[in-house]
């Protein structure tokens, strides 16, 4: 009787728990449906780390046609930014990763699980803490920051563990009566759970990503909910996981040691737990350590970098799940064509340890997906970066029939070629297609041939007396040989090779003094396309 006055005074106006039992029924759905969540405190920064939690945990419930929701995490309201939850589900809109149910403002909520924003969930935890007290597994404590620190002090000086716990608690054993007077009295509180957990003896925890773990069960009287009325982290987990009815949690495995103390509390409450998978963070080679990639140290960290150096989407996507499932590269080798929504996702594959993040890696995947796109969807792609990021781009690609064809070098067809990661890149590849970007005058690196007069005498012989912009590859080809014979090269690179001292060198030689006078550079792409590209006009303004 004493703990209900206690718990009444406390709570004088909530509902009971029976009311939030009946109004959040049990999901129903299919056999096998898993329903995860991503669960952000709304920094307003996006990590890649919650983007590749957000990713797996929304793979994992469309693979079993589950449900994936996003709960914003603000019961830290000092960490919390303006907008910071609204940055958040633009990311995951951008990636394609939105949640089957969210909120995204008081009046936009999807689902029936609402609110998905905890400030907005205070009555639901104090119904919840009221019923802990009711039952004597929650109690308010009275101490003061210096009592806090003292009994810490203590705890030191006689080594023992440290925390508010056991005969450390001070509250913990404070008659009802005395709770209540000093409430009356207006004293200041928070609520803590009153652990029944004995650290002699171990909890069995099977993780679904870190296997079988055995852990001392926790003592800890921790708080649930704080001075400002809002519930902790812990607390907040286990109700809003129960009545939104998350069957696996996954997220990052910083909260692993916290799971004697989440088993607990759910068991406590009368909840049924929902399973574990916790997620090793991304690790990012540091001299000759590895440490995890850092918010303020690596710029890659950000999902916003992504964005700004344009790579795109479905690259960072496939990278992630390269980190994910190791098998998922033997995947892709076998399935080029996919979309990786067709790979199946194996929990238990996912590593143990924190895998290293590799950017040279993501830029390969990024410069194979690019690859497969048509000059039309790079042209868009491209075009819309940089209408944000770079105006002078913007400006060369607004001749858009231009654009198309310069883009369209050595795409669609079978072997595409695969020098662009990522949008930034674009813009020093084509340059040398455009006149303006283009310094006939500027160095040019010659390879063999590399005299002046040689050089002069192969370029005017090959506009005079061969070049046809009408030509098809192979006449056009046929033509360079052509031309390579009237000077003393050979025809093929092989005849040269067999004979060196009767050539003064071979096609490629001469292939490559075109190359160099029309673009400035040794390396591009497929010749005949450019010089098509470029057309007459232009490619006599430049000789
Ligand atoms: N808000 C917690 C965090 O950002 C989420 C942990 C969880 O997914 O339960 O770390």
Redesign the pocket.
């Known amino acids: 009787m004493d703990n209900k006055e206690l718990a009444d005074l406390i709570f004088p106006d909530v509902k009971d728990t029976s009311y939030y039992e009946e109004k959040y029924m049990e999901r129903q759905l299919p056999e096998g449906a898993i329903v995860t969540r991503?669960?952000?405190?709304p920094t307003g920064f996006v990590h890649i780390g919650g983007l590749y939690q957000a990713e797996i945990a929304k793979k994992i419930a469309k693979q079993t046609n589950g449900v994936f929701f996003v709960r914003i995490?603000d019961t830290d309201q000092k960490r919390e930014i303006e907008n910071g939850a609204e940055e958040i589900l633009n990311a995951l809109k951008d990636y394609d990763l939105s949640p089957d149910e969210t909120e995204y403002s008081e009046t936009e909520v999807i689902g029936n699980y609402g609110p998905y924003k905890q400030s907005r969930r205070k009555e639901i935890y104090h119904s919840y803490a009221k019923y802990l007290i009711e039952n004597e597994l929650a109690y308010p404590c009275f101490c003061s920051t210096d009592e806090l620190n003292q009994i810490r002090e203590n705890q030191e000086k006689a080594k023992e563990r440290t925390g508010y716990y056991g005969k450390w608690a001070k509250c913990r054993n404070m008659p009802v009566k005395m709770a209540i007077e000093k409430i009356k009295n207006g004293e200041n509180y928070i609520i803590r759970f009153k652990s029944p957990g004995n650290p002699d003896k171990k909890i069995k925890h099977r993780d679904l990503i870190k296997g079988n773990i055995d852990m001392p069960e926790n003592d800890q009287d921790i708080v649930i909910v704080k001075s400002d009325g809002l519930p902790t982290?812990h607390f907040a987990?286990a109700v809003d996981d129960h009545l939104m009815g998350t069957t696996l949690?996954m997220?990052?495995d910083e909260?692993l040691p916290s799971v004697p103390l989440h088993l607990q509390l759910f068991y406590c409450l009368g909840f049924k737990a929902p399973k574990y998978a916790h997620i090793a963070p991304m690790m990012k080679q540091d001299g000759d350590g590895k440490r995890k990639l850092s918010k303020r140290k690596d710029p890659e960290a950000a999902v916003s970098y992504y964005t700004e150096q344009g790579i795109p989407r479905q690259a960072v996507l496939e990278y992630l799940l390269n980190i994910a499932n190791s098998n998922f590269e033997i995947w892709r080798k076998q399935n080029p064509e996919k979309s990786i929504d067709e790979f199946e996702l194996d929990i238990k594959k996912m590593g143990v340890s924190g895998a290293l993040f590799d950017m040279v890696k993501m830029l390969d995947v990024s410069k194979n997906i690019i690859s497969k796109y048509s000059a039309e969807r790079l042209y868009n792609e491209v075009y819309a970066w940089a209408s944000i990021y770079d105006e002078e781009l913007k400006g060369m690609l607004e001749d858009k029939e231009y654009g198309l064809k310069v883009l369209g070098i050595e795409r669609e067809n079978v072997k595409p070629r695969k020098d662009i990661a990522k949008w930034s890149d674009v813009k020093y590849i084509i340059s040398y297609l455009y006149d303006d970007k283009f310094d006939k005058n500027g160095f040019f690196e010659y390879q063999k041939i590399s005299e002046e007069s040689e050089i002069n005498k192969i370029v005017k012989i090959y506009f005079e007396k061969y070049y046809d912009e009408n030509d098809d590859k192979e006449s056009w080809f046929n033509k360079i040989k052509d031309l390579a014979e009237e000077l003393g090269y050979s025809r093929e690179v092989k005849e040269f090779k067999a004979n060196p001292d009767k050539f003064l060198g071979h096609v490629g030689d001469i292939s490559t003094v075109i190359r160099v006078k029309i673009t400035g550079r040794c390396n591009t792409p497929d010749l005949y396309e450019i010089l098509k590209v470029l057309g007459k006009e232009r490619i006599l303004k430049r000789i």
């Open positions: 991503f669960a952000p405190s995490e982290y987990h949690v997220r990052g909260w």
